[in-house]
């Protein structure tokens, strides 16, 4: 049997419940009887069914999978959280085989999913695309492991290396790449858990930092503002969607329904104490988005995971320099007249 196959469609399905399922992760499954598939699923939004369940609920003639085998991206649960064990309903659907892309790191899982599988006789096989599995379940891996969120960093810079000019005449973005980057941008605001800028880029942008230009869910905003300059009257505390503000000062401020204030210490640890309070938070995932200098800050604290760099067409005279970046590059394609090069950290 071609289980590659399999996984490639379980791998497909579980695209579609990205950033719905936090914090559990987004895992697809399929159900194959004589090399058919004869039901298919992914991970609900959180409080739903797994991808196993809604997997084995879509097929018709339940007395196939009797005979079947049950493809999954991570190795099904055996402890009970919103929802009961999906290794316990694959055993009692009396499913013989079990093929899994990728081991569960999680401490509640961890083989004893396979365990108790094995235990009841199925027959499991582990591993198969499991690096392509392991890469689609980045975010919930790089928290159960690493105790903090996956990080993206994201900038666009013009062809001579410059991100922003030094001046400009609106309190607006002066934009560097074209609309489908920009559309694209705001498709993976609805893929991550939060978004984080830093006070120049507000005072300088006034963003919203939504996704308004793809459907799905705004992501948390975290806004860093060592000294409260931020004006009350900006976008990012429109009340529409969560947002926090780190921030060294002393002041106390009452916090508002969407509106969070925590205090941390300004220091050269910075992305560390970040770090920290996400982690509070139980944010999974977070795009940083600017500016040169919070981005930088990340870098040279070695607490990135991926950054995805678009290059305009245009050029600034002068400006803010882009970050200084060492990584391996991972993919470099064009977005119509932009290019987007995504670099990973070793």
Known sequence: MNHEKYIQRCLQLAKNGIGTTRPNPSVGAVVVHNNKIIGEGYTSPYGGNHAEVNAINSVTNTELLKEATIYVTLEPCSHYGKTPPCADLIVKSK???VVIGCLDTNSLVAGKGIERLENSGCNVVVGILEK???EHHKRFFTVQNKKRPYIILKWAETTNGFIAPLTKNAQKPVWISNQ???QLVHKWRSE????????NTVIADNPSLNVRSWTGNNPIRIVLDKNLRIPTDVNVFDNNVKTIVLTGSKNKIEPQEDLLFKQIDFSPNLAEQVCTVLQEEN???IIIEGGAKTLQTFIDAN??????VFTGLNEFKS???APVLKGKLKKEESIGSDVLKIYIND
């Not at 991550?192 to 006070?199: F, K, M, P, R, S």
């Not at 607490?303 to 995805?308: F, G, P, T, V």
């Open 95 to 97: 499913i013989p085989n």
């Open 132 to 134: 392509e599995c392991k």
């Open 180 to 182: 489908y980057s920009q």
């Open 192 to 199: 991550e858990h939060a978004i984080l800028v830093g006070t």
């Open 283 to 285: 944010i999974q995932s």
């Open 303 to 308: 607490l990135w995971d991926e950054a995805r």
């Open 319 to 321: 400006g803010v320099e």
